[in-house]
């Protein structure tokens, strides 16, 4: 049967170019791998060596601010610690968070970026959890009370 494999990446219109660049490069840390600063385009991946991009930001956006073009974008992190750096940066830079929960089989920070869009942080927890499924966590706590929390959560979710 054919099928994808996989997302290869997304591609955002902008109003803000040089902002949403910032953002991406600086709070997110994404690096960017190409470049046409005269057509505001350019190519963003988290992992360069792996893969040329996994976002592509373009400016010409000319849709009204409340219109729903996006539901969200989620990038992973490699551990609760780093998900907790992130928290703090985005407090840092005044970025509203939404959430901060647990999917069951994963630990997320929803947030907006600074044009509004809704963007997730999370750190993939490998358990099988049925969906959808959201409840709150604490991440003011050592990573292992948060594994805990979202054990607890889950009533002890089998390990894939």
């Known amino acids: ?64 601010d409340d219109m729903k073009l996006v539901q969200q974008i989620s990038f992973t992190v490699e551990s609760i610690a780093v998900l907790k750096e992130f928290r703090e940066i985005l407090e840092a830079e005044g970025l509203p968070i939404d959430s901060i929960s647990t999917h069951g089989n994963a630990a997320s920070v929803y947030f907006r970026d600074p044009k509004g869009n809704r963007l997730e942080v999370y750190y993939s927890i490998p358990v099988e959890w049925p969906q959808p499924f959201r409840k709150p966590i604490n991440l ?10 979202i054990h607890d959560l889950t009533f002890g979710a089998t390990v894939k």
């Open 1 to 64: 049967m054919r099928k994808v494999t996989g997302l290869g990446h997304l591609g955002l219109h902008v109003y803000d170019y040089p902002k949403m660049r910032a953002f991406f490069t600086r709070v997110m840390g994404m690096q960017v791998t190409d470049e046409d600063e005269e057509r505001q385009m350019c190519f963003l991946s988290a992992r360069p060596d792996e893969e040329h991009h996994e976002l592509l930001l373009t400016g010409g956006r000319n849709t009204p």
């Open 140 to 149: 003011d706590q050592d990573d292992d009370a948060v594994l805990q929390q």
